[in-house]
């Protein structure tokens, strides 16, 4: 049963883990989230993508170390943007990803940007409320405009490598209505 928030893919391909690899090094130790811009396109994602008439916008790698979370947020400026993304997974059992409702949607926004990526809005916990939870062990499609969180109580650290996917028709990132029609035959 497919849902708006995080669905499995099943490709016929791997992808090259080794830009993981070299960050995982550099960064395996330290005790707070990490977003760090990939700058090799995994060309076996970038042909399959090809064939679909669709992109990728950009690459990055978030770790959230053991015993650590990412806070609520959106990855778009505006939280009725659904943002597509294919996002690898690799942590032990335990952690979770959990969307959330905004409770006021009325209230004025506060857009943030990190080292000059695209605008995001955080969420205190008290503005929303918990509608789905998963553990993604594997490759998925991701919603990352509705609001979402990370959580990872285990004793190691959670990396996911995340891929942006905007639409060739159009030249904007691909709403995940759009995406759960286009990878029907993937899923
Ligand atoms: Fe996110």
Redesign the pocket.
Known sequence: MLNNYCNKLNLDFEIDLKPLYDIQEIYKNRQRVDIITVTDIDKNLNEFLNKLNLGIRHAEV?HTPANGE?GI???TGSPDLAWT?INWVFGKPGHKTIWWEVKDRNKELKLQNLHNGPD?IPYEKEECFPIYEQEINSVCL?N?GVP?SVSNPTDQSRWTL?YTIFDKKNNCILEYKDALEIFKNFM
């Open positions: 978030f990412i947020h959106s990855d993304k995001y991701i990352a979402h995340s």
